[in-house]
C-alpha cells in the first residue's frame, strides 16, 4: 500500500541503514488509522529483501523491497519463514506469545539473511509478556530485527520504551491525506477534515460500507439540542458500539464551536464533563438502558 504521507519516515529509515545506524528494535507510535502496519509490513520486506543494499543506495531512496528477488516472491505469497507477524484482536499479548518470537528469533534464518517479527499493538503486552521481550531487545543477535507498533506508548513499560529505536508515525500533510481519500472516491463529508490524521480509519469505515452512519452521527451531534427522536442514534450504537467515540468526539467538537460563539467556559466544561461520563458509561456498563442514556444527555446539554 503506497501511503503518501509516510514517504518522508521511510527516507528517513533508510538513511539510518544507509548510515549503518538503524537500530534492530523500531517502534512505530501513532494513532489510530495513520498506517503503523503498513509502514512496519513494508519495513519488514525490505529487510528481508535480498537487494536492499542496492535498494537503499540512492541519497533520497526509501528503505522499501525490490518486489523481484526470492524473498520479495516468499513476502507477496505470505509464505517467508523468516518473517513472523503477531495480532491479536481485543486481546493480549500473553508470555507465551513472545516466548514463540524469542524462540523464532534464536532459530537460523531459511534464507540465510535477516529474520523480522513485527507485533502490532504492542501495549497490550502482558507486564509479563513485557519482561519476556527484554531480553531479546538488551541481548540482539546480528540479522534480526524486531518492530514494535503502538497507538498508545504511554502505556508501554519504561524499559522497552528505552531499548527501542521510537518513530513517531504522522500525517505531516493534511493535502496529502486529502487527496488519498479523494482518490479513493470518498464524498467530502464536512466532518472528513477531523480525520486526516487518520485516514486509513476512513478507508476502513468505506469498505466496511459505514460511512453513511458516521455521517448519521455527525448531524445527530450538529442538532443534540434540538432533536427529540433518537432511534436511528441509538440503533448504530447498538449495532456498533465502537462507534459511540465517534459520536462524542462530534459533541466534543460541537461544544468547542459553541465556546468560541460565547458558550460560558463553567458551562462548556460542566457539558464536556457529562460527554465523559456518558462515553464513560458505554463503555463500562454492561446493559446500559443507551435510549435514556441518550436523553439524559441531551438534556443536560440542552440546559448548557
Same mark, same amino acid.
Given at each position: 500500500?503506497?501511503?503518501?504521507?509516510?514517504?518522508?519516515?521511510?527516507?528517513?529509515?533508510?538513511?539510518?541503514?544507509?548510515?549503518?545506524?538503524?537500530?534492530?528494535?523500531?517502534?512505530?507510535?501513532?494513532?489510530?488509522?495513520?498506517?503503523?502496519?503498513?509502514?512496519?509490513?513494508?519495513?519488514?520486506?525490505?529487510?528481508?529483501?535480498?537487494?536492499? &543494499?542496492?535498494?537503499?543506495?540512492?541519497?533520497?531512496?526509501?528503505?522499501? *523491497?525490490?518486489?523481484?528477488?526470492?524473498?520479495?516472491?516468499?513476502?507477496?505469497?505470505? &509464505?517467508?519463514?523468516?518473517?513472523?507477524?503477531?495480532?491479536?484482536?481485543?486481546?493480549?499479548?500473553?508470555?507465551?506469545?513472545?516466548?514463540?518470537?524469542?524462540?523464532?528469533?534464536?532459530?537460523?534464518?531459511?534464507?540465510?539473511?535477516?529474520?523480522?517479527?513485527?507485533?502490532?499493538?504492542?501495549?497490550? %503486552?502482558?507486564?509479563?509478556?513485557?519482561?519476556?521481550?527484554?531480553?531479546?531487545?538488551?541481548?540482539?543477535?546480528?540479522?534480526?530485527?524486531?518492530?514494535?507498533?503502538?497507538?498508545?506508548?504511554?502505556?508501554?513499560?519504561?524499559?522497552?520504551?528505552?531499548?527501542?529505536?521510537?518513530?513517531?508515525?504522522?500525517?505531516?500533510?493534511?493535502?496529502?491525506?486529502?487527496?488519498?481519500?479523494?482518490?479513493?472516491?470518498?464524498?467530502?463529508?464536512?466532518?472528513?477534515?477531523?480525520?486526516?490524521?487518520?485516514?486509513?480509519?476512513?478507508?476502513?469505515?468505506?469498505?466496511?460500507?459505514?460511512?453513511?452512519?458516521?455521517?448519521?452521527?455527525?448531524?445527530?451531534?450538529?442538532?443534540?439540542?434540538?432533536?427529540?427522536?433518537?432511534?436511528?442514534?441509538?440503533?448504530?450504537?447498538?449495532?456498533? *458500539?465502537?462507534?459511540?467515540?465517534?459520536?462524542?468526539?462530534?459533541?466534543?467538537?460541537?461544544?468547542?464551536?459553541?465556546?468560541?460563539?460565547? %458558550?460560558?467556559?463553567?458551562?462548556?466544561?460542566?457539558?464536556?464533563?457529562?460527554?465523559?461520563?456518558?462515553?464513560?458509561?458505554?463503555?463500562?456498563?454492561?446493559?446500559?438502558?443507551?435510549?435514556?442514556?441518550?436523553?439524559?444527555?441531551?438534556?443536560?446539554?440542552?440546559?448548557?
Amino acid at each position: 500500500m503506497s501511503l503518501p504521507w509516510l514517504y518522508e519516515t521511510q527516507q528517513h529509515l533508510a538513511q539510518s541503514f544507509r548510515g549503518q545506524r538503524f537500530h534492530h528494535a523500531q517502534l512505530f507510535c501513532g494513532p489510530v488509522g495513520v498506517g503503523k502496519f503498513a509502514l512496519s509490513d513494508e519495513l519488514a520486506n525490505a529487510l528481508l529483501c535480498q537487494n536492499i &543494499t542496492q535498494q537503499t543506495a540512492a541519497p533520497n531512496s526509501i528503505l522499501a *523491497p525490490c518486489g523481484q528477488c526470492k524473498s520479495c516472491s516468499l513476502n507477496l505469497a505470505g &509464505t517467508h519463514p523468516d518473517k513472523r507477524i503477531t495480532q491479536v484482536d481485543g486481546q493480549s499479548i500473553g508470555v507465551d506469545d513472545i516466548r514463540a518470537i524469542s524462540d523464532f528469533m534464536n532459530h537460523s534464518a531459511a534464507q540465510n539473511g535477516n529474520k523480522v517479527v513485527v507485533i502490532e499493538n504492542c501495549e497490550k %503486552m502482558t507486564m509479563a509478556a513485557a519482561n519476556a521481550l527484554l531480553k531479546t531487545l538488551e541481548e540482539p543477535s546480528n540479522s534480526r530485527f524486531l518492530i514494535l507498533t503502538t497507538s498508545q506508548p504511554a502505556q508501554l513499560p519504561a524499559t522497552i520504551l528505552s531499548r527501542c529505536a521510537k518513530t513517531d508515525v504522522k500525517v505531516t500533510s493534511t493535502q496529502l491525506a486529502q487527496q488519498w481519500l479523494e482518490s479513493l472516491q470518498i464524498q467530502n463529508y464536512p466532518w472528513l477534515p477531523l480525520f486526516y490524521s487518520q485516514p486509513l480509519q476512513v478507508k476502513q469505515w468505506q469498505e466496511q460500507n459505514q460511512l453513511q452512519n458516521i455521517d448519521t452521527l455527525y448531524k445527530f451531534a450538529t442538532e443534540f439540542k434540538q432533536s427529540h427522536n433518537f432511534k436511528a442514534l441509538v440503533d448504530i450504537i447498538n449495532k456498533q *458500539p465502537e462507534l459511540v467515540r465517534i459520536f462524542t468526539l462530534f459533541l466534543s467538537e460541537q461544544l468547542k464551536q459553541q465556546l468560541l460563539q460565547g %458558550m460560558s467556559f463553567e458551562a462548556y466544561q460542566e457539558a464536556q464533563q457529562a460527554l465523559s461520563e456518558f462515553l464513560q458509561n458505554n463503555t463500562k456498563i454492561l446493559g446500559l438502558n443507551l435510549p435514556l442514556a441518550v436523553s439524559r444527555l441531551a438534556y443536560i446539554l440542552r440546559n448548557k
